[in-house]
């Protein structure tokens, strides 16, 4: 499966931005699929993950539980990231990642997907 990530941006603190995350070459619903960000000189972040096929199994990072939400359309094999009341805190390079065999211990291990998406940049200012 190949992931395609965008909807990155420049946006003022307390905005709101969506990123999406396309699957394609493989039936998307059958993955479950993760959001992680990494900012300059620093490691790789878990955000959110939203489990295969609609089993509604959906997990946030306490940073962003309550502003970040994601979902996924499962006829457009699409997932996305609604974030909103972003501050500088959240400014990094945002990547998807999906993977077939997931069990929810796992899920905040990026070593654990199998698949990438390129990242989209996030910068929030003051």
């Known amino acids: 499966v190949q992931l395609q990530a965008s909807g990155g941006g420049l946006v003022q603190a307390g905005d709101s931005l969506s990123l999406s995350c396309a699957l394609s070459g493989r039936t998307g619903s059958s993955y479950t699929v993760g959001w992680f960000r990494q900012a300059p000189g620093k490691e790789r972040e878990f955000v959110a993950c939203i489990f295969r096929w609609n089993t509604g199994r959906i997990y946030y990072a306490d940073s962003v539980k309550g502003r970040f939400t994601i979902s996924r359309d499962n006829a457009k094999d699409t997932v996305y990231l609604q974030m909103r009341d972003l501050n500088p805190d959240d400014t990094a390079v945002y990547s998807c990642?999906?993977?077939?065999?997931?069990?929810?211990?796992?899920?905040?291990?990026?070593?654990?997907?199998?698949?990438w998406g390129q990242g989209t940049q996030v910068t929030v200012y003051w």
């Open positions: 990642a999906a993977d077939s065999r997931l069990i929810l211990s796992s899920i905040y291990d990026p070593h654990q997907y199998d698949y």
